[in-house]
């Protein structure tokens, strides 16, 4: 059915929208802005705020702009005096049940209910603080998000967020009246409960309710420590999001400037989680052959199809909480950041003659998960803690500003040596799909001695964000060696956003469909949209960030994991070959099953 | 444990496995248990394949479903305005003196919990309380004290 | 002339011994447009409180194309002062069901529901023998209907209609975003008729006598009559069926204990009419409307002590999802204990009340706009009592 367009007036300016959009929508495309804080566009509309109100001329009350639809005829005011008291109140009734003090806070700056204060220039004193009475404490047990109810205004994006995007619902409404509040299952604390420490909630809070558990003084007080040798990884997302927090649009690519920045903070040695990037796909390319010759070939029925790649920690845990009867299907390689930390403190110490103690491993993620996974039990193949700590983008963003380092006049410049090389391959990682675009790249290379078959080496197909990808690689003139895949169609899925990775696992699970190899990203948009990443978030900027990790690929002078000179090397030198004992003990890891809520 | 099975077989015999299911299976549980335990809401958040942090959220929602240990039987005594004139708080010292517990707490043994709560639609007949769903409107402590000592004499 | 004098009325339990399903053969043999029209024709407004033509809200239904529509009885009474839909429930459950078979048959519904608050369970064994065997009566009368019963589970709010959706579709009871309005995308997101007790009572007697009966009573703006919740500081606290229309000083005069200074007229959520306000106020649509409460204060009663018992109610079952109400609610609540105290300055009280001007404005949902009624009026009327 087509849409019809709807006339209506705001401000007494006459607007036509569709059918169906909502008076927000109209006064954006006047360019009027209505402040919201319960609104966001990844998410359904709530209307609980309230903070939207506008006027509708010769209705009785107040109309949630977000919330309601646009009606021919309309005459709308988003200013009247009516309009501006209720706002100003509102505001001021969050304030009363929020925790303000906002210099002790870490979203100091970044909030969104401070951003209005300052805007509306409420009387924040106008009522009584409720929050005295209230009794909150803060939940910091977990090694990525902290949760602070006593700044939590209700307006409940997390638990949108939690259910809508990542059908985890870790969090969920508790309670009414005076007692409501955003709770888990019986308020356990967040470390206790499903929560996969995605951070989509974080990068959705409006306010510091939910954030990051940040590291910042602790990697201050190692770079400013002597003895210590500190290390750093850049996750291929951060690159492209980091601008953002930096005052520059969505969609640049900073990485020489970052490199540049980092370098001026005082890290020892500035390098790149891509390089890792590239040994995973080398490790997992050859686990999926193994996996495809042991199931076609020696008919071994304990080994697992299709395979699922194992990159992004939230995912990690959400499968071991969800569908604990498919942990063998996941790949057993660690995540480019725990290689990473493995072999710095192994392979990268060895080499720079320092004891393993003097390493400090630092990694810049676009997510909160990885703080999780580097704090998992099973991530000191080192000996010790593979890595130290992990910041987000947008902590990265407060140590440059903290640096005093004019982050846009910066030079570019180049990671540091060894394992700062990489290729277009590793920075794919960050774009859903890109895992499964590098592992053809590689894998088919190997099998065939031929580049892929796709114009350029751009596996279109895999690309983009369609909830759940299907692509179908047809394998044809095989090595000898790989006879046993002559004519085979590798079929693979991909999926970003948890809510559609639990899609697939269903259909998995029941056995409705057949994958050779699956990737699944927990965050929608893959990394590029991470929990860490700059806030906002949203489908537009995710696209931005997209569009600039595939330019990056572009203008690399390598795009195949196998042809990066390093990886080459610390094979020769260190690792032997894929899936090699040392690989195992450095690279690999196992997962456990875990509880249900 | 399996009067929970039990109960979750019957309501989605009824209602499907859809949420519509639920808050039928947290009354019955409620009825027969007299509160809601974190193993049953699991088992039900994984009956109706919803997130225990859901079912959770929806039962605090709802007074009638407590998730807190609740005596076999629950005192709820109306502490709105035209119970109030007519004398509510008289009765409910009348009860704590008599249960030796406070409003808000359960009897050591178990039998009884003393609770009060919002309009329960009796204000011509104040002070009214609820014992489970049996209803006793009208009450003077001493009428109080009689109703309670029946309830002590039963099981 | 209209009438303001008190009438009392006996159509809601009148009982001529006849079984209330025969009002359904006669509704069966007509078409459902003609069912609509008499209702529309009555002039019946929905008795929760809202005041919504009742008939114009069938009408919607109908019109709306759908494979699945339903019928939903609220008999989740739980504003305090009210008691009639429990005294209903259990003196004519029959006609109550009657009214959901007629609005089902005239919207074209196969599915009714009701939905009885948790505090009426002890009505639980009672309502559903009656229904079974009305269910089963209406199968005979090859009436393509049947009703179910759903319980509440403590919470105020859900006596909202959509928030009784949301309950009955097993989540939070919180109030839905409008529009979409029932008629549209109710239940399960069908289109709904959802009616009080009592209202479909009344469809059950409209389509017994035909609507000039019920027109004989109540004015213009308020048609028939209603039941009402009598109770506070009277000598005859019960149920009454009065025609609309009265005012509150005839009202007073037949209920009053003599030394009446107040009325909360609808409930904690209604309106507080002092005693000089008595005589020009009519209790109906043209006046203060009501879902029948009537609660008497003398002038024993102290009203800080009656606001603060209303507004520490909806502290509590405000359902918390706007900031309006959730926040509204509280400031109030504490605020008064404030001015009571002296830790606020009884000006603090006229900051309370541009509070109250916002939840009315912007709340989202019935609740949180009509907190402000007992507020204003009983801070406007009795300002004394709650300052000293």
């Known amino acids: 059915m087509a849409k019809y367009e709807v006339n209506l007036k705001i401000n007494d300016i006459p607007v036509s929208v569709e059918e169906g959009s909502t008076i927000l929508d109209a006064a954006k495309k006047l360019n009027f802005r209505v402040p919201t804080l319960c609104h966001h566009p990844d998410l359904c509309v709530a209307g609980n705020c309230r903070v939207c109100v506008v006027e509708q001329k010769g209705a009785r009350a107040l109309a949630a702009a977000c919330a309601t639809p646009v009606a021919e005829g309309m005459e709308i005011y988003t200013n009247s005096a009516k309009v501006r008291t209720a706002r100003k109140n509102i505001i001021e009734l969050l304030l009363s049940e929020h925790n303000s003090e906002c210099t002790n806070c870490y979203k100091n700056g970044k909030c969104e209910l401070q951003e209005l204060a300052h805007e509306y220039r409420v009387n924040e004193n106008n009522y009584m603080k409720l929050i005295l009475d209230k009794g909150y404490t803060i939940d910091n047990l977990s090694p990525a998000i902290i949760k602070d109810d006593s700044k939590c205004i209700r307006c409940q994006r997390c638990v949108r967020t939690c259910a809508e995007l990542q059908h985890v619902s870790a969090l969920a409404v508790g309670y009414k009246g005076d007692h409501q509040k955003i709770s888990t299952f019986f308020e356990k604390p967040m470390h206790s409960v499903v929560c996969t420490n995605c951070g989509q909630c974080v990068n959705r809070c409006p306010t510091g309710a939910l954030v990051e558990k940040n590291y910042i003084d602790q990697v201050w007080d190692c770079i400013n420590d002597p003895y210590l040798h500190v290390v750093v990884q850049t996750a291929p997302a951060v690159r492209v999001g980091l601008g953002e927090d930096l005052d520059l649009e969505p969609g640049h690519r900073v990485t020489g400037k970052m490199v540049s920045a980092l370098k001026r903070i005082g890290f020892d040695s500035v390098l790149d989680t891509d390089f890792t990037a590239d040994l995973t796909i080398m490790e997992e390319g050859t686990e999926l052959l193994t996996r495809l010759k042991k199931v076609l070939v020696e008919q071994d029925t304990n080994t697992a199809l299709p395979m699922m790649t194992s990159c992004s920690p939230g995912w990690i845990k959400f499968i071991e909480h969800k569908f604990p009867n498919l942990l063998d299907n996941l790949s057993t390689c660690k995540s480019p950041q725990q290689m990473f930390g493995a072999l710095a403190k192994t392979f990268y110490a060895q080499k720079k003659g320092l004891k393993a103690d003097r ?196 203008n690399m002078v390598l795009r195949k994991s196998h042809e990066n000179p390093e990886v080459v090397a610390i094979y020769e030198e260190f690792l032997g070959h894929p899936n090699s004992h040392k690989s195992h003990e450095l690279l690999h890891t196992h997962y456990h099953p875990r509880k249900s809520y | ?119 329960m639609g009796w204000c011509h007949k104040g002070p009214v309380m609820l014992v489970n769903d049996e209803v006793y409107p009208e009450l003077t402590p001493d009428k109080a004290i009689k109703i309670v000592q029946e309830y002590m004499a039963k099981e | 002339m209209e009438n303001t004098k008190l009438h009392k009325v006996d159509l809601i339990f009148e009982n001529d011994g006849t079984c209330a399903t025969t009002v359904l053969d006669k509704v069966l043999s007509r078409k459902p447009e003609e069912i609509i029209n008499d209702m529309i024709d009555s002039g019946l407004k929905g008795r929760g409180g809202a005041g919504f033509l009742t008939g114009l809200k069938w009408k919607f239904t109908r019109n709306e194309t759908a494979e699945m529509k339903y019928i939903v009885c609220n008999a989740d009474e739980g504003e305090p ?178 030394d009446t200074k107040a009325v909360q007229i609808g409930g904690a959520s209604g309106m507080c009419v002092p005693r000089k306000k008595f005589k020009d106020t009519i209790i109906g649509y043209e006046g203060v409307p009501t879902g029948g409460s009537m609660m008497l204060f003398n002038s024993t009663r102290s009203m800080y002590n009656v606001l603060h018992d209303y507004l520490d109610f909806f502290a509590e079952e405000s359902c918390g999802q706007c900031t309006p109400c959730r926040v509204g609610c509280q400031q109030l609540l504490k605020g008064i204990q404030a001015v009571k105290k002296g830790k606020q300055k009884p000006e603090y009280l006229e900051t309370l009340k541009k509070l109250a001007e916002t939840m009315k404005l912007s709340a989202k949902c019935g609740l949180g706009q009509s907190v402000p009624n007992p507020f204003i009026s009983i801070v406007d009327n009795f300002k004394e009592e709650i300052i000293y």
């Open chain 1, 359 to 554: 390493v400090v491993s630092v990694s810049i993620m676009p997510c909160t998960a990885k703080k999780f996974e580097a704090n998992r039990p099973e991530m000191r193949s080192s000996g010790y803690q593979d890595v130290d700590y992990v910041l987000t983008t947008r902590e990265l963003a407060m140590m440059i500003r903290q640096a005093g380092v004019d982050f846009n006049e910066l030079p570019d410049e180049n990671y540091d040596s060894i394992m700062g090389n990489s290729t277009g391959a590793a920075v794919i990682f960050g774009a859903t799909g890109g895992v499964m675009e590098a592992a053809l790249r590689t894998a088919y290379e190997i099998v065939t001695g031929r580049p892929v078959p796709f114009q350029n080496l751009d596996i279109v197909p895999v690309r983009g964000f369609d909830g759940i990808k299907e692509a179908k690689v047809q394998i044809t003139g095989v090595k000898p060696e790989w006879s046993f895949l002559e004519g085979a169609e590798l079929s693979c899925a991909i999926a970003h956003g948890l809510t559609n990775a639990n899609k697939l696992m269903k259909a998995v699970s029941e056995g409705k469909v057949s994958y050779h190899f699956i990737e699944v990203m927990a965050c929608p948009g893959g990394c590029l949209g991470g929990g860490g990443q700059p806030i906002p978030t949203n489908e537009t900027i995710r696209r931005k960030r997209m569009e600039a990790i595939y330019d990056e690929d572009t």
């Open chain 2, 1 to 119: 444990m399996t009067e929970v099975k039990t109960i979750i077989k019957e309501k989605l015999g009824k209602f499907g496995a859809t949420r519509e299911a639920l808050m039928p299976i947290l009354q019955a549980i409620v009825q027969e248990k007299n509160y809601l335990t974190e193993e049953d809401m699991v088992e039900v958040a994984e009956a109706l394949d919803l997130s225990a942090a859901d079912v959770y959220g929806t039962a605090t929602f709802y007074t009638f479903l407590d998730i807190k240990p609740r005596g076999k039987y629950v005192i709820r005594v109306c502490k709105t305005i035209s119970c109030h004139m007519s004398g509510k708080d008289e009765i409910i010292k009348t009860l704590q003196d008599t249960l030796k517990i406070n409003v808000g707490e359960t009897s050591a043994d178990r039998k009884f919990t003393l609770l009060t709560a919002n309009c």
């Open chain 3, 81 to 258: 002062g009210t008691f009639k839909d429990r005294e209903i429930l259990d003196r004519v459950p029959e006609k109550v069901f009657t009214g959901m078979a007629i609005a089902g048959y005239a919207i074209g519904a196969k599915e009714g529901i009701l939905y009885l608050r948790a505090e009426y369970n002890f009505l639980l064994p009672k309502l559903e023998r009656v229904m079974n065997e009305f269910n089963k009566a209406i199968q005979d009368k090859k009436l393509d209907f049947s009703i179910d019963i759903r319980s509440g589970a403590g919470a105020y709010i859900c006596g909202e209609e959509s928030a009784l959706f949301e309950s009955i579709e097993g989540k939070r009871g919180e109030p839905r975003n409008k529009p979409p309005y029932p008629t549209v995308s109710g239940l399960f997101g069908k289109p709904t008729v959802i009616n009080n007790v009592e209202t479909l009572v009344y469809a059950t007697m409209i389509n017994k006598y035909g609507p000039e009966r019920f027109k004989e009573f109540g004015t213009k703006d308020s048609r028939g009559s209603k039941v009402f919740s009598v109770s506070g500081d009277t000598p005859n606290a019960g149920i009454y069926e009065l025609g609309l229309g009265m005012t509150v000083q005839e009202f007073v005069d037949e209920f009053g204990d003599g």
